[in-house]
């Protein structure tokens, strides 16, 4: 057998196969050393580019604590962890199993949560985990659509399609953007689901988890929170407490808001629903892991106990300011009439006026500012998402404030409404973010 070209891949787009057939030979040519060479430079112009010189607004990503992030190249990660603390399956590890035990008492700690799975590799698999603990394939869930923040795991081409469930959209109320309870007490009479998911990819305001947990009660479901991008604002006590209103099970992920490495996190105040993803994480689906992000996941946890309310608090500032200099920039900033535009780190811009949201975000990012298309509950834009998400999660761990924010919506404002040269602006975006190379919020 032949190795084909990934660009035969024909069911990739055509404009990614084009990109890769230009790139897959002169990246993979010459000797050993000519390519491992070739790789670190490729790290280090990225990590320049991303770290150094671009203001990162993309709300799924942050920086970690380097000394969380040193862990990650440490040795542990290479042993393989298979069972519990106590009676682990190779011999060698009861130094490091004690980093699980300490782990998982911090992260239950952080949550107020009398149980947790830290075992989960993903955002994406713990929701796959709880799908599992409470469904069985055939049975029908309840999820966000899409332009409610629903994320693609809650839906057929992500896990929970993969799973074999029935998906049904939560209906909701696009001016107040949250959940339509009455529609909810009748579809779930309906449809009758094993589950209610609540949340996803966009969070401007807090959800009403009580009701919902008093519907699903009725019809026999259970309630998951996906936290996948408020851990850290739930971390720091300052959005609502999804596990204290009644969630039977919160997923998250742990880089995003929460700072931490790329992995995922389970909370619950349920024995018997801990007693079931504690068996999906072993024997099941992790069987072994990796000890480096579970190091690396303490000390991100022990930063969020002792900075955490500080920086979830400045997080939202941050978003509030951003809106109020956004929308005084010309920009058509969502929001709900009395409530303004977030109570979150996150944020969201119109895209019609400016080409949709992808498009828009690609045309920013030649300027070193970075973020995406989101969809909201508005008018569409024919081949492109209707919206732009921003998170200020990373520009707060770099220290940025008040100030930072009216200078940031000024430079997007000179690219998308003024139609300045993004030459120009990158090179302002740059200078500007040589002020900001430190880090805040971390031990």
């Known amino acids: 057998m032949i190795a084909r070209p990934i660009a035969e891949k024909a069911w990739l787009p055509d404009d990614c196969r084009s990109v890769i057939a230009d790139l ?6 010459g000797s050993f050393d000519d390519i491992e060479a070739r790789v670190m430079d490729l790290i280090d ?8 010189e671009t203001i990162g607004l993309n709300a799924g990503t942050n920086v970690m604590n380097p000394r969380a992030a040193a862990l990650l190249g440490r040795s542990l990660g290479n042993r393989p962890s298979l069972g519990f603390p106590g009676d682990k399956y190779e011999m060698g590890m009861q130094h490091a199993e004690k980093l699980e035990i300490a782990c998982e008492s911090l992260v239950k700690r952080l949550f107020d949560a009398p149980f947790a799975e830290i075992r989960v590799p993903s955002g994406a698999i713990a929701n796959l985990y709880t799908f599992m603990a409470t469904c069985k394939a055939g049975d029908a869930i309840m999820a966000f659509p899409g332009e409610m923040g629903g994320h693609v795991t809650h839906h057929d081409a992500g896990c929970a399609g993969l799973y074999g469930l029935d998906i049904h959209p939560v209906p909701y109320d696009a001016a107040r953007m949250t959940i339509d309870l009455d529609r909810l007490a009748e579809d779930a009479r309906r449809i009758k689901p094993k589950l209610i998911t609540i949340a996803g990819s966009l969070c401007l305001f807090p959800y009403p988890v009580a009701e919902v947990r ?10 998951l929170y996906d936290a996948a991008h408020m851990g850290g604002m739930i971390a720091g006590k300052c959005f609502q407490d999804p596990l204290k209103e009644g969630a ?10 929460f700072g931490g ?3 995922g996190l389970i909370v619950s105040a349920d024995e018997e629903l801990a007693r079931r993803i504690d068996a999906i994480a072993f024997p099941g689906m992790t069987a072994n892991f990796d000890l480096g ?3 690396a996941l303490l000390i991100s946890v022990l930063d969020l106990l002792e900075y955490g309310e500080a920086y979830a608090g400045t997080c939202i500032a941050n978003a509030q300011g951003l809106a109020k200099a956004l929308q005084a920039e010309g920009f058509t900033v969502h929001g709900v009439d009395g409530q303004g535009h977030t109570q979150s780190h996150h944020l969201a811009l119109h895209a019609g006026p400016l080409g949709g949201g992808q498009a828009a975000s690609k045309r920013l990012a030649e300027a070193n500012i970075l973020l995406c298309g989101i969809g909201l509950p508005i008018d569409g834009v024919e081949g492109d998402l209707n919206s732009i998400r ?3 999660q990373e520009i707060t761990r770099q220290g940025m404030g008040a100030e930072a924010m009216v ?23 740059i200078e500007f973010r040589q002020a900001y190379q430190g880090l805040v919020f971390v031990r």
């Not at 008093?214 to 309630?223: F, K, P, Q, S, T």
């Not at 200078?407 to 975006?429: F, P, T």
């Open 24 to 29: 897959e030979g002169p990246l993979t040519k």
């Open 45 to 52: 112009v990225h990590e320049r580019h991303m770290d150094v």
């Open 214 to 223: 008093a519907i699903a009660d009725d019809v026999g479901a259970y309630v």
């Open 248 to 257: 039977h099970l919160m997923t998250m992920s742990t880089y995003k808001a």
């Open 261 to 263: 490495p790329p992995s």
């Open 293 to 295: 992000k579970t190091a």
């Open 390 to 392: 921003i998170g200020t």
């Open 407 to 429: 200078e940031i919506a000024r430079l997007m404002a000179r690219v998308w409404l003024h139609g300045e040269s993004v030459d120009a602006v990158r090179k302002e975006v």
